[in-house]
């Protein structure tokens, strides 16, 4: 069986959610075509996306197109954010996007190309809309060329365009195919200049699938999602040039979770898009680092719902319970354990996306509410991958990261409209983070001043490379202390370097344990287990902070900003104006790339100031310029260090630490 996972992307309005309809229609899925205009669609349930044309939760529908199963990925595609959720793109095999005929393409419209493109994901161009008033057809072919990508081909002619009757005929060869295929590909020029009638349509279309395949040519379809013109042509593209690959169900489990919902009791449900191998229920699987759980239940897409299945393979999209810790963007792999006695490794980085680069704290409108708003940011931040909270419990307070004000937005009406909270929030701060400068290290030893734990911890540390995560590594035996104690000093260890020496997370270093020791049960002589003599993990917990943090200022750190790379594109006439507009803002521009009418302008600019970017730019530019900027490099803060409130008990101020731990004690 064939499987096509395809995606639908566009500007808000476009018509994505009327085209997804007609699918369905023309599938046979629904009996009706619903109307977005009366709510009654099948995928758009929630308000908020109604109305800011965001998708906050994908979802998957299941259609079959002849002998071809094609899942429909609703990507969490909030145009503003794509650069950010672009590894969970990485599901699709193929993309629709749709653009109006009437107002073209739009600067979201180009952002979501150009990331189509970054990630070579095959994509036909629906243009929509071809009934109303104002639809065009050459121009906006025009536009699409010199906008979105000049490898593009129109796939047929419209007719009684901007009228109710307006009609799409895809022609077998279409005009300019020879000579876009040629372009790409050798054989093909070869032949056309030999002779330009030589070349069969037959052999043009398997040209044609095969460059559109590869993501280098773009077919374009004309039509309207409201009276079904062109779709047909449309879904014909879909099962003849789109990549329907048919993984090894034999090969290694890999898959990629790009979606998490809670189901009927609260459970975590996983959708998986599997690459390779086969899942069956019961088997363990293994995500994110160490973590291992074992699949109890699968179902799988099929005719518009869900059926439960013992299996799901390559190449299928699967629901997974049993994935109690499992997170969006996470990779799966099979938890089986291999000759070396190693467990097989899940594989990459468990960031899968860009680093959030702002974070603000939300706050109750209700004092009585700040419960349930906890429970409420929990499950946002579980379904949407880019919503991260940290928990202050010093404060009783919980910040969100952002991406962009805009998500302030969106995260203040969802509370709003399913859970009825209201909240506000504080200014938006910038998320900085430490990096370690030396070496250092530090000692405290069991039953020795001014060590009041039952513990001996030493510990070095050392920078490490940016992106490489936090690598802690034992110079003590392993056996010289029970497991659970060295495990113990290790959860602290990343814990503690959570909040470095002013405050911010410190990403990456390497820790070694330098020294070890404690004090063995006491149960020989009166078989009683006496705490005031006896090591337990909690002595390792409360001490390594100290331990840590004393090691750290002997090291020192520095702290870092983070950048966004930019993209500016703009009228010249303009350029002169935002450039100063840029300095002021600390951005560092590359030589501009000036052109007659509309320039490009790259470089790089501290996150703090995106947001005052985008601020003043419709002004700067009579609103033409478009921006696209995404997280870059973190680099050194110059002028005034800022700090952040701690939300622990500070190990930096050793009394005040003490007072507090001992007395939980
Ligand atoms: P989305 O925001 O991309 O999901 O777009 P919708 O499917 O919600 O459509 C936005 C608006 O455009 C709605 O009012 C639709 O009725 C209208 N619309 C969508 N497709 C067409 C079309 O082909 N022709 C016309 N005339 N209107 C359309």
């Given at each position: 069986m064939k499987a096509l996972?395809?995606?639908?992307?566009?500007?808000?309005?476009?018509?994505?959610?009327?085209?997804?309809?007609?699918?369905?229609?023309?599938?046979?899925?629904?009996d009706a075509v619903g109307s977005v205009d009366d709510g009654s669609t099948q995928t758009d349930s929630l308000a908020l996306e109604r109305q800011r044309g965001i998708t906050i939760k994908s979802a998957v529908v299941s259609f079959a197109l002849g002998d071809l199963t094609v899942n429909l990925i609703d990507t969490p595609g909030h145009p503003d954010f794509i650069a950010e959720v672009e590894r969970v793109l990485g599901v699709l095999d193929g993309a629709v996007l749709v653009v109006s005929a009437v107002e073209g393409v739009q600067a979201q419209t180009r952002i979501l190309m150009r990331t189509l493109q970054r990630l070579r994901i095959p994509t036909l161009i629906f243009v929509n809309k071809?009934?109303?008033?104002?639809?065009r057809?050459?121009?906006?072919?025009?536009e699409l060329r010199a906008k979105l990508s000049p490898e593009v081909v129109a796939m047929g002619a419209t007719s009684n365009l901007g009228t109710a009757t307006a009609s799409f005929t895809p022609h077998q060869a279409p005009e300019g195919l020879v000579e876009l295929l040629a372009e790409h590909d050798e054989r093909l020029l070869a032949a056309y200049v030999e002779d330009e009638n030589a070349l069969s349509d037959d052999a043009l279309r398997a040209g044609l699938a095969e460059q559109t395949r590869r993501a280098v040519v773009h077919p374009v379809y004309f039509g309207s999602a409201i009276s079904g013109a062109g779709v047909e042509a449309l879904i014909g593209g879909i099962r003849e040039l789109l990549p329907a690959p048919e993984g090894d169900p034999r090969a290694p489990v890999a898959g990629s979770v790009f979606k998490v919902e809670r189901g009927a009791a609260g459970e975590k449900v996983a959708y998986v898009r599997m690459f390779s191998g086969e899942v069956r229920t019961r088997d363990r699987l293994r995500f994110r680092g160490d973590q291992e759980a074992k699949v109890t239940a699968i179902s799988v897409f099929d005719g518009g719902t869900t059926r439960t299945r013992a299996s799901v393979a390559a190449g299928q999209i699967g629901k997974l319970w049993g994935l109690a810790e499992v997170r969006i963007g996470d990779r799966i792999a099979g938890g089986c354990v291999d000759e070396s006695g190693r467990k097989a490794s899940a594989g990459g980085r468990e960031a899968f996306f860009?680093?959030?680069?702002?974070?603000?704290v939300v706050l109750p409108a209700k004092a009585s509410d700040r419960g349930n708003l906890q429970s409420a940011l929990s499950q946002l931040a579980e379904q949407d991958p880019l919503i991260n909270l940290r928990q202050d419990d010093v404060r009783q307070e919980t910040s969100v990261s952002l991406y962009g004000e805009v998500q302030k937005e969106v995260i203040q009406t969802t509370l709003a409209t399913e859970y009825g909270l209201d909240v506000d929030f504080r200014e938006t701060t910038t998320i900085h983070i430490e990096r370690i400068d030396g070496e250092g290290a530090a000692v405290e030893f069991n039953k020795v001043d001014p060590n009041p734990f039952l513990a001996t911890v030493g510990l070095r540390v050392e920078p490490a490379s940016p992106g490489q995560g936090v690598d802690f590594a034992l110079e003590v035996e392993l056996g010289s202390m029970p497991y659970a104690f060295i495990k113990a000093v290790e959860e602290t260890v990343r814990e503690t370097l959570q909040q470095g020496l002013r405050g911010w997370e410190i990403p990456d270093?390497?820790?070694?344990?330098?020294?070890?020791?404690y004090s063995a049960r006491q149960s020989h002589a009166h078989a009683v287990f006496d705490k005031s003599m006896s090591s337990t993990a909690g002595d390792f917990r409360l001490l390594t902070p100290l331990v840590l943090t004393t090691a750290l200022r002997q090291a020192g750190t520095t702290v870092h900003e983070p950048m966004h790379r930019f993209q500016l594109e703009l009228p010249t006439d303009t350029v002169r104006g935002v450039l100063s507009a840029l300095a002021k803002l600390r951005a560092i521009p590359r030589v501009p790339a000036l052109d007659t009418s509309t320039s490009v302008l790259e470089g790089e600019i501290p996150a703090a100031a995106v947001y005052q970017l985008e601020q003043q730019l419709p002004a700067l530019t009579r609103g033409e310029g478009v921006l696209e900027s995404a997280f870059k490099r973190y680099q050194p803060v110059t002028g005034a260090v800022p700090r952040r409130e701690r939300t622990d008990h500070d190990p930096l101020n050793r009394r005040e630490y003490l007072l507090h731990v001992l007395r939980r004690v």
């Amino acid at each position: 069986m064939k499987a096509l996972n395809l995606g639908i992307l566009a500007h808000v309005d476009a018509g994505k959610t009327s085209l997804t309809e007609r699918l369905l229609y023309a599938a046979g899925v629904i009996d009706a075509v619903g109307s977005v205009d009366d709510g009654s669609t099948q995928t758009d349930s929630l308000a908020l996306e109604r109305q800011r044309g965001i998708t906050i939760k994908s979802a998957v529908v299941s259609f079959a197109l002849g002998d071809l199963t094609v899942n429909l990925i609703d990507t969490p595609g909030h145009p503003d954010f794509i650069a950010e959720v672009e590894r969970v793109l990485g599901v699709l095999d193929g993309a629709v996007l749709v653009v109006s005929a009437v107002e073209g393409v739009q600067a979201q419209t180009r952002i979501l190309m150009r990331t189509l493109q970054r990630l070579r994901i095959p994509t036909l161009i629906f243009v929509n809309k071809i009934d109303r008033a104002g639809a065009r057809y050459e121009s906006l072919v025009q536009e699409l060329r010199a906008k979105l990508s000049p490898e593009v081909v129109a796939m047929g002619a419209t007719s009684n365009l901007g009228t109710a009757t307006a009609s799409f005929t895809p022609h077998q060869a279409p005009e300019g195919l020879v000579e876009l295929l040629a372009e790409h590909d050798e054989r093909l020029l070869a032949a056309y200049v030999e002779d330009e009638n030589a070349l069969s349509d037959d052999a043009l279309r398997a040209g044609l699938a095969e460059q559109t395949r590869r993501a280098v040519v773009h077919p374009v379809y004309f039509g309207s999602a409201i009276s079904g013109a062109g779709v047909e042509a449309l879904i014909g593209g879909i099962r003849e040039l789109l990549p329907a690959p048919e993984g090894d169900p034999r090969a290694p489990v890999a898959g990629s979770v790009f979606k998490v919902e809670r189901g009927a009791a609260g459970e975590k449900v996983a959708y998986v898009r599997m690459f390779s191998g086969e899942v069956r229920t019961r088997d363990r699987l293994r995500f994110r680092g160490d973590q291992e759980a074992k699949v109890t239940a699968i179902s799988v897409f099929d005719g518009g719902t869900t059926r439960t299945r013992a299996s799901v393979a390559a190449g299928q999209i699967g629901k997974l319970w049993g994935l109690a810790e499992v997170r969006i963007g996470d990779r799966i792999a099979g938890g089986c354990v291999d000759e070396s006695g190693r467990k097989a490794s899940a594989g990459g980085r468990e960031a899968f996306f860009a680093p959030p680069t702002l974070e603000t704290v939300v706050l109750p409108a209700k004092a009585s509410d700040r419960g349930n708003l906890q429970s409420a940011l929990s499950q946002l931040a579980e379904q949407d991958p880019l919503i991260n909270l940290r928990q202050d419990d010093v404060r009783q307070e919980t910040s969100v990261s952002l991406y962009g004000e805009v998500q302030k937005e969106v995260i203040q009406t969802t509370l709003a409209t399913e859970y009825g909270l209201d909240v506000d929030f504080r200014e938006t701060t910038t998320i900085h983070i430490e990096r370690i400068d030396g070496e250092g290290a530090a000692v405290e030893f069991n039953k020795v001043d001014p060590n009041p734990f039952l513990a001996t911890v030493g510990l070095r540390v050392e920078p490490a490379s940016p992106g490489q995560g936090v690598d802690f590594a034992l110079e003590v035996e392993l056996g010289s202390m029970p497991y659970a104690f060295i495990k113990a000093v290790e959860e602290t260890v990343r814990e503690t370097l959570q909040q470095g020496l002013r405050g911010w997370e410190i990403p990456d270093a390497r820790v070694v344990m330098t020294h070890s020791g404690y004090s063995a049960r006491q149960s020989h002589a009166h078989a009683v287990f006496d705490k005031s003599m006896s090591s337990t993990a909690g002595d390792f917990r409360l001490l390594t902070p100290l331990v840590l943090t004393t090691a750290l200022r002997q090291a020192g750190t520095t702290v870092h900003e983070p950048m966004h790379r930019f993209q500016l594109e703009l009228p010249t006439d303009t350029v002169r104006g935002v450039l100063s507009a840029l300095a002021k803002l600390r951005a560092i521009p590359r030589v501009p790339a000036l052109d007659t009418s509309t320039s490009v302008l790259e470089g790089e600019i501290p996150a703090a100031a995106v947001y005052q970017l985008e601020q003043q730019l419709p002004a700067l530019t009579r609103g033409e310029g478009v921006l696209e900027s995404a997280f870059k490099r973190y680099q050194p803060v110059t002028g005034a260090v800022p700090r952040r409130e701690r939300t622990d008990h500070d190990p930096l101020n050793r009394r005040e630490y003490l007072l507090h731990v001992l007395r939980r004690v």
